[in-house]
């Protein structure tokens, strides 16, 4: 094992059941142990998180449980804080790698603080000064903490230079990876019998639903041919049914599920639809891409750094420009089959082994 010890802040297995920022530590720091890159650590305590359940004790030192008693979350705070910082005291790490923002981050004398920023979604999407104000203080609090920054993409952090201001030599670029979804499922799930577009994830803002839906709606050949799947991101609001009644009823059909049903609308999608106006990375492209579906995106923030040539882009601030990129592609069969060719070799630029590589070398720099 090499000598380099990290350790990783506990703070979001305490927080967090799941999502992307816990899928990233626990595949980062198996790729890390995995690879004999460093010795990484996680003394997580008392958790509800899921994924971290997967990494074995010599790793994360805790003890899982499903929720958390409705009286006695603060004193298991509390007893998770002692026990942190007392395992780090003893382990005696060269890194602190901390997991989300906040603030008098806990260090040992000799440790190195590194922290990881996924977005500014915040600072560019606040709708007024204040909110700006209330999300980016504890924000630049972090950030000044810390004697090195991680940023999961170049457009990340070049929204960190413009808004924070910070030197370009105090960030590094560690791209995410892309990992196969699976998942355990008794109950036998068909795919659905129509050609339809996939759309994954929450819906709200900037994430442009509505007008992907509008883009849709507008073109006659593509609701005759085609239904949309909306998977995730919760039950349908009464204002997105209103919406769709309106310009396309019938045809927009929402599920929610786990991983394995996920894969199953992956692998028998038309296509893969991400109208998203920013990202700080945006993996579910990737995830199409390992399912040979043709993904069409749009072409701000990370999005083309992480598609690269692998999709058909697309302005997401105009519904016409999307309407005009799925009429003029999705029946092009040649055009399709290439960028499905594209994906394959695409997504083989973003493992967890090359993000655990670039995530130690940057350690190394800031020693």
Not at 20 to 31: D, V
Request: hydrophobic share 35%; net charge positive.
């Amino acid at each position: 094992m090499a000598n380099l010890k990290i350790s990783y802040n506990y703070s979001y297995t305490f927080e967090q059941e799941y999502g992307g920022i816990s899928r990233y530590f626990k595949e980062l720091i198996f790729a890390i142990y995995s690879n004999n890159l460093a010795h990484p650590k996680i003394y997580s305590g008392i958790n509800i998180n899921q994924p971290i359940r997967d990494l074995p004790w010599k790793i994360n030192e805790g003890k899982y449980i499903s929720s958390y008693p409705c009286r006695g979350l603060k004193c298991i705070g509390y007893v998770n804080k002692i026990y942190n910082r007392l395992r780090n005291e003893f382990f005696d790490p060269d890194i602190i790698h901390q997991t989300n923002y906040v603030k008098n981050a806990f260090r040992t004398r000799k440790a190195k603080n590194v922290l990881t920023v996924y977005d500014l979604i915040h600072e560019i999407y606040s709708e007024t000064r204040e909110d700006f104000k209330n999300s980016a203080k504890i924000k630049q609090e972090s950030l000044d903490q810390a004697d090195h920054i991680l940023a999961i993409s170049h457009s990340t952090k070049n929204d960190l230079m413009k808004y924070y201001g910070i030197d370009n030599n105090k960030i590094t670029v560690t791209h995410l990876g892309v990992s196969a979804i699976s998942g355990n499922d008794k109950k036998p799930h068909k795919s659905p019998k129509f050609d339809y577009l996939l759309y994954v994830g929450k819906r709200g803002s900037y994430k442009n639903f509505y007008r992907f839906i509008k883009a849709y709606s507008s073109s006659s050949t593509l609701t005759k041919d085609f239904k949309i799947i909306a998977f995730g991101g919760g039950k349908p609001s009464p204002e997105e049914n209103q919406f769709i009644n309106e310009n396309c009823p019938g045809k927009v059909i929402f599920v929610n599920g786990n991983d394995y049903q996920l894969a199953i609308y992956y692998r028998n999608a038309s296509a893969f639809v991400y109208p998203s106006e920013y990202e700080g990375f945006g993996l579910p492209p990737l995830e199409a891409m390992q399912y040979g579906v043709p993904v069409f995106s749009s072409n701000t923030s990370s999005l083309p750094e992480v598609v690269g040539d692998a999709g058909i882009y697309f302005d997401p601030f105009s519904f016409e420009s999307i309407q005009e990129a799925l009429e003029q592609n999705i029946y092009d069969s040649q055009k399709l089959y290439m960028i499905v060719s594209a994906g394959k070799k695409n997504i083989t630029k973003f493992t967890w082994k090359k993000c655990a590589m670039e995530t130690v070398k940057a350690y190394k720099y800031v020693l």
